[in-house]
């Protein structure tokens, strides 16, 4: 069974994205995309837990990559780090639709084809070693801190809260922003920009000590 490297995948294509750097096999990418359009039309999917309602709303996603690779608008293929983030959109949908080990299969040829160089602090689980500093406290009590990589410059924001009159409560959520949003942010604007984000890392005591990736609305 092949080896299934999700993280390192995402993370180069972030670091493509971020240096704006053409991917080195553009015909692959858009074979890539050809074949996952073709499974996520394929009858008898399920979309319950891939936050797509069905195949309709799915291609849409993905034609926008298809196109933007096709035009060779690399700026514009942001999406490519979200939907093959580990427990993204994609994968959750190849597992509950029973073609898992076939997007195993295509999430490797996507490591390939990004070839881009990429840094630890994109793997949730390397965190530390990014040093945080406290920013502030929202009004509603979260924890707002900033991290900077030591090793390639990419700003997080890190949004803690809790309610510490309910057991499991705990959550933490964790995006990758620029230097100027960093320089202008205000506490109680955080969890807004957090929201505006492509993706972010969400975790703590309230998701089982599960570590996912998420989008949208934060609790």
Avoid at 23 to 52: K, M, P, Q, T, Y
Avoid at 93 to 107: A, K, T, Y
Avoid at 110 to 120: L, N, R
């Amino acid at each position: 069974m092949p080896t299934l490297r999700p993280e390192r995948s995402f993370a180069k294509s972030i670091q493509s994205q971020k240096t704006n750097k053409p991917v080195a096999n553009l015909h692959s990418l858009i074979a890539i995309f050809d074949e996952i359009r073709g499974l996520v039309l394929r009858e008898g999917n399920s979309f319950a837990f891939s936050g797509w309602a069905d195949s309709s709303e799915a291609c849409t996603e993905i034609d926008q990559v298809w196109t933007s690779l096709r035009s060779e608008d690399f700026v514009v293929t942001s999406q490519l780090t979200f939907l093959f983030l580990p427990t993204g959109p994609l994968q959750e949908l190849s597992i509950s639709s029973g073609w898992g080990d076939e997007f195993i299969e295509l999430v490797n040829r996507f490591d390939e084809a990004i070839q881009a160089e990429e840094c630890i602090c994109f793997q949730s689980t390397q965190q530390k070693e990014v040093p945080f500093s406290v920013v502030g406290m929202t009004d509603d009590f979260a924890d707002i801190s900033l991290g900077k990589c030591p090793k390639c410059g990419q700003v997080w924001l890190r949004y803690v809260t809790e309610n510490e009159g309910y057991t499991g409560s705990g959550r933490w959520y964790l995006g990758a922003i620029s230097d100027l949003q960093a320089n202008m942010i205000q506490v109680n604007q955080a969890k807004a920009l957090l929201e505006g984000l492509e993706w972010y890392w969400v975790g703590g005591s309230y998701f089982s000590g599960q570590i996912r990736v998420s989008r949208g609305k934060i609790l």
